[in-house]
């Protein structure tokens, strides 16, 4: 991925630059798109192929079977007939034009905390995607999507708020917690006892490895210069580097200052026993 510029304060979250136009929200769109929420992971079939944003990656648990939807303006496999209105509701809220709800594949509830200027700048950024026709399955249910409870921080964040709020607001956007939160009994991660302590399993091409700890607990003897190398380098203290999950590729286009408040907020986490 290219690196993106950021043109405009978007939300009190960036420096302002010197000039504003009228591309600003769309590229603070592609900005949280591409390097903090990391749509085409789940949005962008693997492999030499590959069409960006098009859907067909599958996501397979006991509850559902699903395709990544195609997030590009095609009218007729795309969202290019969905409304601004309809597109907001989808990531923030899990539901599609006609109502039904989507898979907790789609992580909304870690979106719902979205400034509504932010949400307006991603939107307008989808709509900027060169269209593709490419027709995903349908989603196949075992058990009927249902509402997710809140995600703990999934809140706006304020004007002029410190950096560890803004490193608060950064981090939910990124789902570090959905990751990085130790399981509970029923697979799914616990943001409430587990919040942040690791221990998920993640098989892949990659092997398998385990979430770590990313509370004080874990990161405590880290300084700040080896957090900011292991989430845009991917490597650890150790000169070890990190697998794939770790998404540092992606995490290399963030800007410093949002390093530094992701960096503020893991500072912050309750740490546990």
Known sequence: MKLIRIAALAAGLLPAMAHGTEDAPRERGAYLVNAVMICGRCHTTPGPAAKPFAGGRSIETP????????ITPDPETGIGSWSDEAIGRAITKGLRPDGSRMASAMPYEFYAGLTPADLAAIVAHLRTLAPVKNAVAAPVYVTPPSV??????????????????????LGTLARCLSCHSAPGADGEPDLAGGLGKGGARFEGPWGVVVAPDITPRGLGSWSDEQIRRALVEGITPDGRKLAAPMQAKAYAQLAPDDVSALIAWLRTLPAGN
């Not at 509850?63 to 195609?70: E, T």
């Open 148 to 169: 997710p409870a809140a995600v703990p921080g999934a809140e706006p964040v304020a004007p002029g708020a410190g950096p560890a709020e803004q490193g608060r607001y």
């Open 63 to 70: 509850a559902y079977k699903v395709q990544g939807s195609n």
